[in-house]
């Protein structure tokens, strides 16, 4: 039976991945009202922004096997100079037929767009899940981490496209993790560490934004985010919020460094399939009395404080406080393998390498 292409079909995008992928491939989704919200223009700066974008879904005998959504983030071309189309969520069953046309419409809208290359996966920026798996299967992941099977990147290949910077996260067993030699910013030096709750959550969120725009503002990739963009991307972390967890530091009371550090939701989501429903509430009562993982979402130290053990420093003391809080484990979100600093900061702490990444581009003018 030949594939049907359906454009903005949000509720076949949902499901997708759950009729293309098995269980033990590892996948879990993000919570069906988060997905509605990315793709809500009504709801996500990125499109308010005047970002064009357009998501499609593959149906095989009448079910969804797979999905794509395709974006031209122009801040992004503005600030590094490219002309560049955006793919993710691109989710796919080992289908070549789907994948075809999956990504022969997003290579379409690309052109369409007068752009040259179309590059992936963005979910959706490059300060959200980023990449395609491309080694580590069978690893189970973390929040905020891309997970697929190995047909993925082989169907991409498959039509033509290249990889292209590549990328690990990590994973650290707390009980193993080296952190004697790390100096935490202390008192006497004018440093404090206020934490992330919910009583001052938008004000350590602001202070967060301010330290992370600084602190990454070189990075490839980077655009800096914008605060409605900051607070659509973190408002639905303050129910999940173990306040022990996240901080921001204080230099003599100016944001100068910040850890954003979450339990680990995915064996909940994958408890739940990602549904909000009648076993919600058990499901999420058993997950916060079992839970022993958490995750980074990111970190960051603004640059003229850099080069002074400060990072080091704040990993040291999220790790003591996940240990002390009876955590087990500590997954990473992804690293540029060309960002040394962060990776020479993963081998101090006895952090393994936990999954592969790379974007995936093909060129897409004339």
Same mark, same amino acid.
């Given at each position: 039976?030949?594939?049907e292409?359906?454009?903005g079909?949000?509720?076949?995008?949902?499901?997708?991945?759950?009729?293309?992928?098995?269980?033990?491939?590892g996948?879990?989704s +993000?919570?069906?009202s988060?997905i509605r919200r990315?793709?809500?223009?009504?709801?996500?700066?990125l499109?308010?922004a005047?970002?064009?974008f357009t998501?499609?879904?593959?149906?095989?005998?009448?079910?969804p096997?797979?999905?794509?959504?395709a974006?031209?983030?122009g801040q992004?071309?503005?600030?590094?100079?490219?002309?560049?189309?955006q793919?993710?969520?691109?989710?796919?069953?080992d289908?070549?037929?789907?994948a075809?046309?999956?990504?022969?419409?997003?290579?379409?809208?690309?052109?369409?767009?007068?752009?040259?290359?179309?590059?992936?996966?963005?979910?959706?920026?490059?300060?959200?899940q980023?990449g395609?798996?491309?080694?580590?299967?069978?690893?189970?992941?973390y929040?905020?981490m891309?997970?697929?099977?190995?047909?993925v990147p082989r169907?991409l290949e498959a039509?033509?496209?290249?990889?292209c910077?590549?990328?690990?996260?990590?994973?650290?067993?707390l009980?193993?993790?080296?952190?004697? !030699?790390?100096?935490?910013?202390a008192a006497d030096?004018?440093f404090?560490?206020? +934490?992330?709750?919910?009583?001052?959550?938008?004000a350590?969120?602001?202070e967060?934004? &301010?330290v992370?725009?600084d602190?990454f503002?070189?990075n490839?990739?980077?655009?800096?985010?914008t605060?409605?963009?900051f607070?659509?991307q973190?408002?639905?972390?303050m129910?999940?919020?173990?306040?022990?967890?996240?901080?921001?530091?204080?230099?003599?009371?100016r944001?100068?460094?910040?850890?954003?550090?979450?339990?680990?939701?995915?064996?909940?989501?994958?408890?739940?399939?990602?549904?909000?429903?009648?076993?919600? +509430?058990?499901?999420?009562?058993?997950?916060?009395?079992?839970?022993?993982?958490?995750?980074?979402?990111?970190?960051?130290?603004?640059?003229?404080h850099h080069?002074?053990?400060?990072?080091?420093g704040?990993?040291?003391?999220?790790?003591?406080a996940?240990?002390?809080?009876g955590?087990?484990?500590? !997954?990473?979100?992804?690293?540029a393998? !060309?960002? &040394?600093?962060?990776?020479?900061q993963?081998?101090?702490?006895?952090?393994?390498?936990?999954?592969?990444?790379?974007?995936?581009?093909?060129?897409?003018a004339?």
């Amino acid at each position: 039976m030949t594939i049907e292409l359906r454009t903005g079909d949000r509720e076949a995008f949902f499901d997708a991945p759950f009729h293309a992928y098995r269980p033990q491939d590892g996948y879990v989704s +993000p919570l069906r009202s988060d997905i509605r919200r990315m793709l809500d223009p009504a709801a996500n700066p990125l499109w308010q922004a005047g970002n064009r974008f357009t998501f499609w879904t593959a149906h095989r005998d009448g079910r969804p096997v797979g999905r794509i959504v395709a974006h031209v983030h122009g801040q992004s071309n503005e600030r590094h100079g490219t002309a560049r189309a955006q793919f993710g969520f691109f989710d796919c069953a080992d289908d070549d037929a789907a994948a075809g046309v999956l990504l022969g419409a997003a290579e379409a809208f690309a052109r369409d767009a007068g752009q040259r290359e179309l590059i992936g996966n963005f979910n959706l920026t490059a300060m959200q899940q980023c990449g395609v798996m491309t080694d580590g299967y069978g690893a189970p992941g973390y929040t905020d981490m891309v997970v697929n099977p190995p047909h993925v990147p082989r169907l991409l290949e498959a039509h033509g496209f290249t990889r292209c910077f590549p990328m690990r996260t990590f994973e650290l067993d707390l009980r193993d993790a080296r952190i004697d !030699g790390l100096r935490v910013p202390a008192a006497d030096r004018g440093f404090r560490f206020a +934490p992330i709750e919910k009583t001052s959550f938008a004000a350590r969120m602001e202070e967060a934004r &301010a330290v992370l725009n600084d602190g990454f503002a070189d990075n490839p990739m980077f655009v800096p985010l914008t605060a409605d963009e900051f607070r659509f991307q973190a408002g639905e972390m303050m129910s999940i919020l173990d306040p022990r967890l996240s901080s921001v530091l204080l230099h003599d009371d100016r944001p100068v460094g910040t850890i954003v550090c979450i339990p680990d939701l995915n064996g909940f989501l994958a408890a739940t399939r990602s549904r909000i429903g009648l076993t919600t +509430p058990f499901h999420y009562l058993r997950y916060r009395l079992r839970r022993r993982r958490a995750v980074i979402i990111f970190y960051s130290v603004v640059q003229d404080h850099h080069g002074q053990g400060l990072m080091g420093g704040m990993l040291a003391r999220t790790v003591t406080a996940l240990r002390d809080a009876g955590y087990e484990r500590l !997954g990473i979100t992804w690293i540029a393998d !060309g960002n &040394a600093a962060s990776l020479r900061q993963m081998e101090k702490l006895g952090a393994r390498s936990l999954h592969r990444l790379h974007l995936f581009r093909k060129d897409v003018a004339g």
